[in-house]
C-alpha cells in the first residue's frame, strides 16, 4: 500500500474514534440503558431540518421506561469523551400519550438545561467531559416524556455535527409549569450563528447556544 493510503486510513480511524454515542440514562438514582433509544452507529446527525434531528438515525427501541421525581437529576453518559468542540443541551419532550409510542413530531419540545463556551481561552464547557447532567425543573407537569440529549460538534466550520439520543422517562411528583416549547425540527436555523460560526478564525469572543433558553421553572 502506498503511504498515502496508510495516512488517509489513519487520519479515517481518527475520524471514526473521536465519534461517540449517548447510551446510558442517568435518572435520580438509576442508570438505564434499556430506556435508550440507541443509535446504530457513531455517525453524527448532519441537518438540523431533518427529522433525524429529533432522536437520530432509526434509532433502536427502548424497552424501559425510567419513573423520575421532578427535581431529580437527568442526563446521559457517553460511551467515550466528547473529544469536538461544541455547546451541548438537554430537553424535555411531553408525550401526547405514552412515550415509547411517540416519535417526537410536534410542538412539545423545552429545553431544561445547556453547555455553551467560556472566553480567554475560548473553549466550550463540556469539553472532554463523558457525561452530561442537570435536573429537572421541580414545576415540571407530571406525566410521560422523552429527555433528548444533543451536542453540536463545531470543529468543521460549516458543516455541524450533531450527537444526539433520545430516552424514555415518566416524570413523578411535578407541577403545574407551563414552558414555551419548539418543534424539532424547527427549533434552530440552518443560519443560527452558533452553527455556522468559525470557532478558530476569528476566535470568538461571545456565543449563543443554538435553540430557545432552558426553562428551570
Request: hydrophobic fraction near 35%; aromatic fraction near 10%; proline fraction near 8%.
Amino acid at each position: 500500500m502506498k503511504i498515502t493510503g496508510i495516512v488517509a486510513l489513519a487520519v479515517l480511524a481518527q475520524g471514526a474514534s473521536a465519534h461517540y454515542i449517548w447510551n446510558t440514562l442517568i435518572a435520580g438514582s438509576t442508570t438505564s440503558s434499556a430506556a435508550v433509544r440507541q443509535p446504530v452507529n457513531n455517525s453524527p446527525v448532519t441537518s438540523v431540518t431533518s427529522n433525524d434531528i429529533r432522536c437520530n438515525v432509526n434509532p433502536g427501541a427502548a424497552t424501559q421506561t425510567v419513573s423520575v421525581a421532578a427535581g431529580s437529576t437527568i442526563g446521559f453518559k457517553l460511551d467515550n469523551t466528547l473529544y469536538h468542540q461544541g455547546p451541548a443541551a438537554i430537553y424535555l419532550g411531553k408525550a401526547p400519550s405514552t412515550a415509547a409510542s411517540w416519535d417526537g413530531s410536534g410542538a412539545n419540545w423545552f429545553k431544561i438545561a445547556e453547555w455553551g463556551a467560556t472566553f480567554n481561552p475560548f473553549t466550550f464547557t463540556d469539553f472532554n467531559a463523558n457525561q452530561l447532567t442537570t435536573t429537572i425543573p421541580a414545576n415540571t407537569p407530571s406525566g410521560e416524556y422523552l429527555v433528548r440529549i444533543e451536542q453540536i460538534a463545531l470543529h468543521v466550520a460549516g458543516a455541524p455535527q450533531w450527537y444526539i439520543s433520545c430516552a424514555q422517562i415518566s416524570i413523578t411528583g411535578g407541577g403545574s409549569g407551563n414552558p414555551s416549547k419548539v418543534s424539532i425540527p424547527g427549533y434552530v436555523s440552518p443560519s443560527d450563528p452558533g452553527l455556522t460560526v468559525n470557532i478558530y478564525n476569528p476566535v470568538p469572543t461571545s456565543y449563543t447556544v443554538p435553540g430557545p433558553r432552558p426553562w428551570r421553572g
